[in-house]
């Protein structure tokens, strides 16, 4: 199997353009990685990628070299998959990334149903709000809120989230309930910034009359953990934007209120992020189907649910 293992570790390298972020991917170390482009140059008697201390490009045999280098491991895992069921029958790990929210209230709670119907998968999920890497973390796929930065990897759209501004009864006593972004800037609400390392400045979407508009909001509560947020406005801190799905219980209990109604936030896209397709493995294309479909029901049913005035 070494020469299909060199195989596979030039077509990572190839796609990502990076020995470490190939080592990473395939969860070998540098030198390893190094070492297997070695032996296949050596073997086919040509260089297949030039090297500088900056960067790593293929040369005109490492092109060439590719397509069918792709054929072969394609041709590898279909005979595999014949041969072992694997595609009813998935093992082994799946590394999962998903902001706190979601991964929290729509996609741990669904991981033992998927343990259970398949048994010799492993799930290893990974919460965060900030962005992740897919590449660099070795992760498989990634669920996300908004617009990915790197057009380069497939995206699956789950469904497009409603959200809303929301208060406490006891800040909404003390301060007032805004109508609109527009009083949200002119009496000097108390808002709680979502904000990571390296943001830019915060400003929220809301949709006006004359469509979506930028507004430059200000507040002293600051945190890149959105469950943070949502304390925050509990104990009557300030407004909050948050998708409907997060606190739909604590807007049925009277516990939070939307705020600035006439102008709601921009709902924003939910998706699943991944690599691949030609070569996905079936068990992270049998999770992503799985718990779409789920998460989609769940968002639907939340929206319809929380019946918000406009």
């Known amino acids: 199997m070494s020469y299909l293992d060199n195989i596979r570790t030039f077509v990572r390298v190839y796609e990502l353009g990076s020995m470490s972020a190939a080592g990473r991917d395939l969860r070998i170390s540098p030198a390893v990685t190094s070492s297997r482009i070695s032996q296949l140059e050596e073997h086919l008697s040509v260089r297949l990628f030039q090297r500088t201390t900056r960067s790593l490009t293929p040369t005109e045999h490492g092109k060439a070299f590719y397509g069918g280098a792709c054929e072969v491991l394609e041709a590898v895992e279909a005979a595999e998959a014949r041969v072992i069921n694997i595609t009813e029958n998935p093992k082994g790990p799946l590394y999962v990334a998903a902001p706190l929210g979601v991964g929290r209230r729509l996609i741990a709670p669904l991981i033992r149903e998927f343990l259970n119907t398949y048994p010799e998968v492993n799930i290893r999920l990974r919460l965060t709000d900030r962005t992740v890497d897919l590449t660099t973390e070795g992760l498989d796929l990634a669920f996300f809120l908004g617009q990915p930065e790197d057009s380069n990897l497939r995206i699956r759209k789950i469904a497009d989230i409603e959200r809303i501004l929301c208060a406490s009864p006891a800040y909404i006593e003390a301060r007032g309930n805004p109508s609109s972004g527009a009083e949200l800037i002119a009496d000097k609400h108390e808002c709680l910034n979502l904000r990571f390392p390296g943001a ?65 936030p921009e709902p924003i896209q939910m998706a699943c992020l991944y690599t691949h397709r030609r070569r996905q493995d079936p068990k992270t294309r049998l999770f992503m189907e799985f718990v ?14 929380a019946q918000l005035p406009r």
Do not use: C
């Open 200 to 264: 830019t400045e915060f400003q929220w979407r809301l949709m006006t009359e004359e469509g979506p508009k930028r507004f430059r909001v200000e507040g002293r509560y600051e945190s890149d953990d959105g469950d943070v947020l949502t304390d925050w406005a509990l104990a009557g801190n300030g407004i909050a934007m948050k998708p409907i799905f997060e606190i739909i219980d604590h807007l049925e209990a009277g516990r939070l209120i939307p705020v600035a109604t006439k102008t709601p």
């Open 292 to 305: 779409i479909e789920r998460i989609s029901k769940t968002v639907r049913n939340s929206s319809v649910t």
